[in-house]
C-alpha cells in the first residue's frame, strides 16, 4: 500500500501562486508515475499534470500549461505542483495520486486538498 498527503491548498486572489505537496509514504516505488488531479464542483475529476517518478517526463493539461509545474524530490518521496498565475476556474479539490508507469492507472489516491481562487 501506498499512503499519500497532500498539503498547501488554500484561498488565493486570482493572478496568485500556491504550490501543493504531496508526500509518499509506504510501499513507495521508484518507478510509480505521480499525477496531480482536480475536481471542481458538478465537475467529474480531471487530469492536471504527471511525472513519472525516476525520468521526468511530465504531461500537463492544456489550460494550465505555462502556468503550473510538476516537480518531484525523490528523496523525500515528494511531488509538488507550483500553480501561478491562478484563475478562479482553477478552483477544485486537487487530488495527489500514484500508479505504475505507463498503464494510465492510479490506484493510489490522496484525501485532496482545497484551492479556492477568487476573482
Known amino acids: 500500500q501506498v499512503q499519500l498527503v497532500e498539503s498547501g491548498g488554500g484561498l488565493v486572489q486570482a493572478g496568485g501562486s500556491l504550490r501543493l505537496s504531496c508526500a509518499a509514504s509506504g510501499r513507495t516505488s521508484s518507478s510509480y508515475t505521480m499525477g496531480w488531479f482536480r475536481q471542481a464542483p458538478g465537475k467529474e475529476r480531471e487530469i492536471v499534470a504527471t511525472?513519472?517518478?525516476?525520468?521526468?517526463?511530465?504531461y500537463y493539461k492544456d489550460s494550465v500549461k505555462d502556468r503550473f509545474t510538476i516537480s518531484r524530490a525523490n528523496y523525500k518521496n515528494t511531488v509538488y505542483l507550483q500553480m501561478n498565475n491562478l484563475k478562479p476556474e482553477d478552483t477544485a479539490v486537487y487530488y495527489c495520486?500514484?500508479?505504475?508507469?505507463?498503464?494510465?492507472?492510479?490506484?493510489?489516491w490522496g484525501q485532496g486538498t482545497q484551492v479556492t481562487v477568487s476573482s
Open positions: 495520486a500514484a500508479g505504475p508507469p505507463g498503464q494510465g492507472l492510479y490506484p493510489y
Open positions: 511525472i513519472t517518478w525516476s525520468g521526468g517526463t511530465t
